[in-house]
């Protein structure tokens, strides 16, 4: 029988506030690592520089190449009132957002200037709620140099306080690439040149695709039934080598390891699509129909969804009642999961952005 009611409750949990990581660890990978195994239900515990340990000569190892942009701008209406412009996702034509706002009376015409005013945000259209359309315009430079020149990195609400020097480094991976996220891939943040080294010693394949992180990765579920629940779009580009490597590793019967739910969700989504085009009813077989694929995904993994492609996965710890926490759920099991993040708090991992990670195979 499908299930057609899941309540949201199911994925709550109260967090001791001392466990929300507020800064990073020094250095990156020394990180913990709990490592969760579906087939026996263990768990264990160790760090992030050991993950080299859990792979195998052959295995792929796909990362999110995204790069976090400083997309929280402050600026000034003509009268001097505050206007903050919250970039959230960049649209199809040049130099138009969507942008969270905040600040008095904004409506379509309205101008706002950022820094010494050389950066102007103009309201094209409200959207929904405090959801607009923005054109940027740079005078003395480009709309990205302004950016980065006057914008800042906008880390979570939940670490409440605001961007740091330290930020700008740690809340961006090192193979930080392609512009445009406004929040990390933050399973990718623990990283380092060592931990690439021992994978490559190991002979774990490395690929990678990219997926701009949206504002809505923070949006929790609210409504009760967590099958009615929405995610935003989010763009992806999944570049036709990586799906050779894919179409290789599968071939070769080695294991597909997704850091991060960003990957995940993109991995799946192209899935979604070549079960979709070929009406693939085998779906331990639809990774020998993936195509490259540049556009955006909706995909929402929940209770229902059956995984096609990813065999394993890095990911950090995540909000109650968010989708991020369904899909890990969904993917390791609603009640192993909920019990992983127990033992989590009683042993004092640090949660979420700047957090310990998480192995599940």
Known sequence: MVEKFVPVELYDYELP??????????????????????????????????????LEEGDLLILNNTKVIPARLLGKKRTGGRVEVLLNRKLPNENRWLALLGGKKIKPGLEVFIGDGSLKATVVRQVEGPLFEVELTAAGGTVMEKIYQFGKIPIPPYLEREEETIDRERYQTIFAQKEGSVAAPTASLHFTDRVFERLCQ????VAYLTLHVGLGTFKPIKVQNVLEHKVDPEYIEVPSETVEKIKETKARGKRVIAVGTTVVRSLESLASLAAERYEEKNLKEVWKFLEPFKGFTDLYI????????????????????????????????????????????????????YGDAMLIL
């Open 17 to 54: 506030k001392e466990l929300i990581a507020k800064y990073p660890v020094e250095p990156r990978d020394s990180s913990r690592l709990m490592v969760l195994n579906r087939k026996n239900q263990s768990i264990k515990h160790d760090y992030f520089y050991n993950l080299p340990n859990y």
């Open 202 to 205: 190991k002979g774990v394949n």
């Open 302 to 353: 929940h209770p229902l969804y059956k995984f096609k492609v990813v065999d394993a996965m890095v990911t950090n710890f995540h909000l109650p009642r968010s989708s991020l926490l369904v899909l890990v759920a969904t993917f390791a099991g609603r009640d192993f999961v909920m019990k992983a993040y127990k033992e989590a708090m009683e042993k004092g991992y640090r949660f979420y952005s």
